[in-house]
């Protein structure tokens, strides 16, 4: 099993900054993909960022030029810096992790989400 947390969420400014972290810890062989999504009162869960274990990153349009993920793989963390926060950002987002298991099993697994919120 494979537990993630999550930190650094919390009340911005509009233009503010924040990062968030995600580790992953317990049984694992190896991490693949790493990513957040958010999701905003009444609407569908969406991918925000994701990045592979190669450092390939993707973004989702409304958030490109503004928020960068990445990851320290000695550490089983990723990352979402997150800049120019707009009111529309506010969210509670999640981390998740594709991994494969220390019994060479694939999976993947979900942070218990983290709230943002971006208001003046």
């Known amino acids: 099993q494979v537990h993630l947390v999550e930190s650094g969420g919390g009340l911005v400014q509009p233009g503010g900054s924040l990062r968030l972290s995600c580790a992953a810890s317990?049984?694992?062989?190896?991490?693949?993909?790493m990513g957040w999504y958010r999701q905003a009162p009444g609407k569908q869960r969406e991918l925000v960022a994701a990045?592979?274990?190669?450092?390939?990153?993707k973004y989702a349009d409304s958030v490109k030029d503004r928020f960068t993920i990445s990851r320290d793989n000695a550490k089983n963390t990723v990352y979402l810096q997150m800049f120019s926060l707009k009111p529309e950002d506010t969210a509670v987002y999640y981390c998740?992790?594709?991994?494969?298991?220390?019994?060479?099993?694939?999976?993947?697994?979900w942070g218990q989400g983290t709230q943002v919120t971006v208001s003046s």
């Open positions: 998740n992790v594709d991994f494969v298991s220390a019994g060479r099993v694939r999976g993947d697994s």
């Open positions: 317990g049984s694992i062989f190896s991490i693949n993909a």
């Open positions: 990045i592979t274990s190669g450092g390939s990153t």
